[in-house]
């Protein structure tokens, strides 16, 4: 058992503790407070003038399946075969010891959802991943966690330069109800049929109708956020928005759904027509009408290791910290549908947790040390 003393410890659930007390033991946190109760034996860590915050989290990357620095043959994100593979999985061409995830622990960041690309209208499954191993299989905390989907320029880019469908915003629309309608009649058929041929595009896209996993779609422009939520309506599925670049244009309309989004990568430039309005407003204005929302790199679209800096730039425009901080932690672990074990400092969650040498937003801080299930698997 150790024990963490008077550190400022943020709990990633809106509390700052100016001189608390993190008690972990085997893998776990065992308890957090500035009135926790010491056992004799307990290994004593003095964090005096340190900050302690949950392990943070990036809700949206492609992190070894689109690997920095190796070119095409680390570039397994976008199946362009077809603009619709549902029947791929981005746990399949996962390289877990890319140079991304070592960035992802010197920064602090322990949990990890990685997906497909945005080329395709349907792109397949995605996975939540711890961000320390070499077996991808063993660093899973959810599997599947989503399908993803993109609307907008990226599949009318793709394929439209192909001379086939989707060329047009209506394409890429009636190609995801086509597909959509597929599964339907594939779930009515296994009703009647137990024994009915298995179809795997199909048989992944039926979770989502099953609300076994959310739909998560790449969604830049106010119109293919509309739209989405259109087919959300349609087909009574559950939905997250990924990237959400002009949703402070529609925010009163986005505050009446039932869903969940995520921002960014606002770091990035403007390389496309759906980012003229890229800022921070975004941001701000969401958070402003009570959606929950988390930030993203998109990795490696901006680096894994510019997240904390993305929460900073939030704050700096008018997001108050502690809710800044939801957007890394318990909001992004929400997101991602693992907030019963990670995402905040809690007894019985994961041991996963950052310790700085100072504030977090201040430029000289430096990452001391990141722990995943309670073992030090970076140190400064």
């Known amino acids: 058992m150790k024990a963490y003393t008077n550190a400022t410890i943020i709990t990633g659930e809106g509390t700052i503790l100016t001189k608390g007390t993190l008690l972990v033991e085997n893998h776990k946190i065992v308890a957090v407070g500035e009135q926790v109760e010491i056992p004799s034996d307990a290994q004593l860590i003095d964090a005096t003038g340190k900050f302690i915050t949950p392990g943070i989290i990036d809700v949206h990357t492609h992190l070894g399946v689109h690997e920095e620095g190796v070119g095409p043959a680390g570039a397994d994100f976008n199946e362009t075969s077809d603009p619709v593979t549902p029947f791929v999985r981005a746990l399949d061409g996962i390289n877990p010891v890319e140079k991304g995830f070592e960035d992802a622990r010197r920064s602090g960041v322990t949990t990890v959802q990685i997906m497909p690309g945005s080329a395709n209208v349907i792109g397949g499954e995605m996975v939540v991943l711890k961000t320390v ?49 597929k599964a339907q009649n594939y779930l009515n058929a296994l009703e009647k049929d137990k024994h009915h041929a298995r179809d795997l595009g199909l048989e992944q896209l039926a979770k989502v109708l099953k609300k076994e996993i959310p739909l998560r779609v790449h969604a830049h422009r106010a119109d293919d956020i509309v739209t989405i939520i259109r087919l959300k309506q349609e087909f009574g599925i559950d939905l997250t928005i990924e990237h959400c670049t002009e949703g402070h244009q529609i925010s009163d309309f986005l505050a009446k759904q039932d869903i969940r989004v995520s921002v960014g990568p606002t770091m990035s430039t403007r390389s496309k027509v759906e980012l003229a309005d890229k800022g921070w407003h975004t941001v701000k204005e969401l958070v402003d009408k009570g959606i929950s929302v988390s930030v993203t790199t998109d990795h490696p679209v901006v680096g894994i290791e510019y997240l904390l800096t993305s929460l900073a730039n939030a704050v700096k425009h008018g997001v108050p910290e502690e809710e800044a901080w939801k957007m890394v932690t318990s909001n992004a ?33 430096k990452v001391e040390s990141t722990f995943i299930n309670g073992e030090m698997v970076y140190q400064g």
């Open 133 to 181: 191993g070499t077996i991808v299989d063993e660093m899973v905390i959810r599997n599947p966690s989503g399908m993803k989907a993109a609307l907008g320029e990226n599949p009318k880019r793709v394929y439209g330069s192909k001379g086939k469908a989707p060329v047009t915003r209506m394409g890429v629309a009636a190609l995801f109800r086509q597909e959509f309608i």
């Open 333 to 365: 672990a929400k997101h991602l549908g693992v907030e019963d074990r990670v995402g905040s400092l809690e007894k019985g969650k994961d041991a996963d947790f950052v310790v700085w040498t100072g504030h977090p937003f201040a430029l000289e801080t």
